[in-house]
């Protein structure tokens, strides 16, 4: 082989070595998304079943993001819940939760933020498209480590589309947990504790993009 042709033989290795390790990193490169861009496609329900009354609730604002690693399949980040966007159907009860009509409750003025730190995630051994998670949950002031699991299904570009879902890839979220109140702080009123659930369920179903909406 004469010199120049091993010359351009190794500069083709080089160059397909370079666009390999190239696309290896893209492709494990983590990815960002970010959730609550769309009312619609927020729903953070809560419900409290007491032998006097059913509460049920749901928010639809959330603010945060969260950033996934491919290699490790783990995914840190923050999402925040405004309290004064939680309602139960009743505004006079609404008012009750957000601490406006006095008690403890959630006061919303002084604590006015629901929070989940996410810190780690690990999928579920066995369960396709299932992960463990690990975080921090502050509630009325209150911080608690949180575990829980959460499915996770992840939409290309290609399939989202921006007539559906909008530009960027997706991801769809959706956890179940259940909330002792009182162990974070939260009072039950006294006169209504037979109307009032001392553990209140949570369901999150949620959808997170790599193209936020431009402000």
Known sequence: MSQVRRALAVSALFALLFAWSAASAEEAASTTYTFGTFEARTNVTFLSEADLETIQGIGHVISGSVTWDPKTSSATGRLAVPVKDMHTGIDKRDAHMRGEQGGTWLEAAKYPE?????????????????????????????????????????????????????????????????????????????????????????????YGTTVPPKK
Do not use: C
């Open 114 to 206: 629901i929070v989940f730190e996410l810190t780690k995630t690990v999928p579920t051994k066995d369960v396709p498209n299932r992960v463990d998670y690990e975080g921090r949950l502050t509630i009325h002031g209150v911080t608690k480590p949180w575990k829980g699991a959460a499915t996770l299904r992840f939409i290309p570009a290609s399939v989202a589309g921006p007539a559906k879902l909008g530009d960027g890839d997706w991801v769809r979220v959706k956890t179940s947990f259940d909330v002792p109140i009182q162990d974070f702080g939260v009072e039950i009123p006294q006169g209504v504790g037979p109307k009032v659930s001392a553990v209140w369920k949570i369901s999150i179903d949620l």
